[in-house]
């Protein structure tokens, strides 16, 4: 994930009292900053919980309780690049409420780099899935030879610990895996991004480490795909050799490489809304949470609009949940440090226009003067 250059907006002296639980004195914690600057009241949702940062929040409901499943940010010496090599995450900690709005647990550790045998850095954002009894944490990290990889680690309990599986997924790279269940209980898995995600350099799906370090560099082709695979029935591998997920324009015809306002970057997510299928996705260097409806898991998908403008920070990496009978975004900006790096997941509600599509919100403006994320 690449560096935009902002001025961030400071914290102000005084936070809003967010509604969490304390739980055991976490590494990184987060400091409240003395410096002058964007009051809370500059956005439209506030944090969800402020004594870790966390960002790229997949959020589940089970049970009638809601899970969220984020990176965990540190504060580490990597200096900024385009590739992301600043964002040093090792480990993940759970999130859970009873109600939007509620207080919010933070979960000790629940997977911890050092115990994944393949990984060696940056655990990236992951997802979750549950069957069986058994719940699933997908992630991406980096391997020893500096390709991304997905792993899966298995918990009888949604807060975890999980165990790792002793190898990645095999037929499996890039970042940002994202499960999707279908109503006929077969599991999907959408994965990839450009740039520091590594997808251009796994176009047949063999790591090509001298490969671009942004896009295919061909603007008026194609631009690159998303990729989608079926799971097995125990979830734990692929099923088929991963699919392209292709976005189109209203035209029919595949969105460009150099259409970056609408084409894919990374953080899929799929939800099903009336009958349709919607894959919505970050375009990245222009900051967006855009979205496409189609009629199959695979696609194809048509390009249909923005949900979310950009945020404080540079990366976009949001999921979609039905709870109580409305849907919510989560998504996650950086209020609590002005730093790229240390973001913080936050709510809002979801809504949508009666033809399905979804009306875009402005995550800095609160609209009549009202935070929507409130329950």
């Known amino acids: 994930m690449p ?32 410096d002058s600057g964007g009051d809370a009241s500059d956005y439209l949702s506030q944090p969800l919980v402020k004594d870790i940062y966390t960002a790229d929040p ?12 984020p990176s965990h940010d540190i504060d580490g010496p990597t200096p ?3 590739l992301g090599a600043h964002f040093e995450m090792r480990d993940y900690r759970i999130l859970s409420m009873d109600k939007i709005g509620g207080p919010v647990t933070v979960g000790p550790v ?10 060696d850095k940056q655990m990236w954002a992951p997802d979750a899935a549950y069957k069986n009894g058994t719940y699933y944490l997908y992630f991406p990290a980096k391997d020893k030879e500096g390709a991304f990889r997905i792993g899966v680690a298995t918990s009888k309990n ?5 165990k790792a599986q002793p190898q990645p997924i095999k037929g499996s790279y890039s970042i940002d895996p994202a499960v999707f269940t279908d109503d006929d209980g077969q599991s999907y898995v959408y994965f990839g991004g450009i740039w520091g995600g590594q997808l251009q350099r796994n176009v047949d799906g063999t790591y090509d480490a001298n490969g671009s370090k942004t896009d295919l560099g061909q603007d008026d082709k194609p631009a690159l795909a998303p990729r989608v695979a079926k799971l097995t029935g125990d ?18 015809k595949p969105l460009l490489g150099g259409d970056h306002d609408r084409r894919f970057f990374e953080a899929s997510w ?3 809304y009336m009958g349709k299928y919607y894959f919505s996705y970050s375009t990245g260097d222009t900051h967006y949470l855009a979205y496409a409806i189609g009629d199959s898991p695979y696609g194809p998908f048509t390009y249909k609009g923005r949900i979310l403008e950009p945020v404080e920070g540079w990366t976009t990496h949001h ?9 919510w975004l989560f998504y996650a900006d950086t209020q609590l440090s002005g730093q790229t790096r240390l973001r913080n997941v936050k709510v809002t509600e979801l809504r949508y226009n009666p033809d399905g599509t979804i009306q875009t919100i402005n995550p800095l403006v609160a609209k009549s003067g009202k935070d929507s994320a409130a329950p």
């Not at 969490?20 to 914690?29: F, H």
């Not at 997949?58 to 499943?69: D, E, F, L, R």
Request: hydrophobic fraction near 40%.
């Open 58 to 69: 997949s959020a589940h409901v089970w049970n009638g309780k809601i899970y969220v499943y």
């Open 110 to 119: 629940a997977l911890d780099v050092k115990d994944v045998p393949w990984a």
């Open 3 to 34: 560096l935009r250059k902002l001025a961030p907006l400071a914290l102000a002296t005084t936070l809003l009292a967010t509604a969490c639980q304390p739980s055991a004195q976490p590494e990184n914690k987060v400091q409240e900053s003395s």
């Open 235 to 252: 979830m734990l591998e692929f099923t088929e050799t991963p699919k392209a997920v292709q976005i189109m324009d209203e035209k029919g």
């Open 270 to 272: 799929m939800h099903k």
């Open 158 to 162: 949604p807060m975890g610990r999980f």
């Open 319 to 327: 999921s979609i949940v039905e709870w109580n009978g409305r849907w």
């Open 80 to 82: 900024e690049d385009d």
